[in-house]
């Protein structure tokens, strides 16, 4: 990866799927997940959400591992190496360029986990100070929504904890693969869903919880009626935007992978660990989100007002509160640095830029796009939503290109590394990326995208 020579590489097994999860495992879980599924009416589209993640997000997350892995190159540099002469390249900057706006909005939230991180340090050493002991948990949402008002209308704050997120993740990004992505993953993500356990404790037990379990995962289908094309889009642009894929980072990584590795057997892992943390956040939120009669439906505030009441509700009060906001802030550190590394190995490898210069040159691009989002509300609207369309479109090049561009036999070597692993699968596998992915992603993108537009332009409707 430093250009040249031997290019770097995840150390091992676990190595892998810590980084693979890591990037995976993130906001989009633990924020984006759960007021997403509150908006859109709960257990029907959790239903749809997981039928999306294993029959389109399998296929595209391999597809995205086997062009990576088989041309050890960045999203662009790999298109250009596997078909040279075409036009594929396009998508593979179409997912460049996804990432400069994904990026950017997902580091201003992950700034508002630094924000909640040192506000409880002061909740925590002067309690009478905020008037805690007296609150009932009526007045404790209030007080913790409020502070989520008054801290994302301000000015300053946002942006300097963006910024902090952002160098945060370039000082890693310098550093390498081995030495920043792999280590890092390693510890923090394990301790974090223990963590993420004791909050479902918690939350489930309160009184009047049960109710939340039922709009978890009791299907209504009238909750999508509304809008269903919409909904069945934001869906799935959900299960891209969790699994990381549809931009190119898992082509990124994927050429991080060595050979000895089992593709799908890795995919299936991060596959079943993200969905699982999705759903295990969904837990911690919506039993609290009813017990506390807060509208499921509130949007993008709605964990940051939920759980620091659960945490005021359990012995130790808001120590919990800061321990699981710095976790939740290396979570999403975690998912910055595969975003970023994105950008570094295009630049570096497609236009011979050294990694620091590569790091330096795509903060300041993000940088600026971050700080717009944090100055204005339509801008953040925007960019959070364009996850929903721009990872369908590229995940259907993802799979269209395996699917009918790389040969059969080609994709059998890749998915067997050389023969090492059995596949028995292969048929499944082509017939899902050559016909299911493509034709479903088509589909509810060409249903969906007007309303979507609509949602996100309504002066257009
Ligand atoms: N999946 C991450 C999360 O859930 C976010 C993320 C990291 C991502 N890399 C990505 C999303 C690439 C889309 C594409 O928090």
Redesign the pocket.
Known sequence: MQGGGDRDSFSSKFGVLAALAG???????????PYVVGQNGGGAFLLIYVIFIAAIGIPVMMSEFMIGRSAQLNPVGAFKKIAPGTKWHLAGMLGVV??FI??AF?TVVAGWTLEYVIQSVKWILFPDKFGFASMDNVALTQFFSNHYESFTSGTWRPIIWFLVMMFLTGYIVISGVKNGIEKFAKILMPIFLVLLLILVLRSVSLEGGREGLVFLFKPDFNTIKEAPFRIILEALGQA???????????ITYGSYIKRKENLAGTAVSVVVA?TSV?IIAGLAIFPAVFAFGIDPGEGPELVYKTLPVIFQNMAGGLIWAFMFFLLLCF??IT??I??LE?IVAYFSEQLNMSRKRATMLSMISVGVLGIICTASDEVFGLFNAS?DLM?PLGGFFIVVFIGWFFSGEKSRQELSSDGAFKIRYHRLFMFLVKFVAPLAIAFLFALGVYSKVISIFPSLG
Do not use: E, K, Q
């Open positions: 990037s995976a495992i993130g906001l989009g879980n633990i924020w984006r997940f996804s990432v994904i990026f997902y891209f935007f969790s699994l990381s894929i549809g931009m190119g980072t898992l993200d999705a979570a999403a998912s910055t595969s975003m994105v996850p990872l």
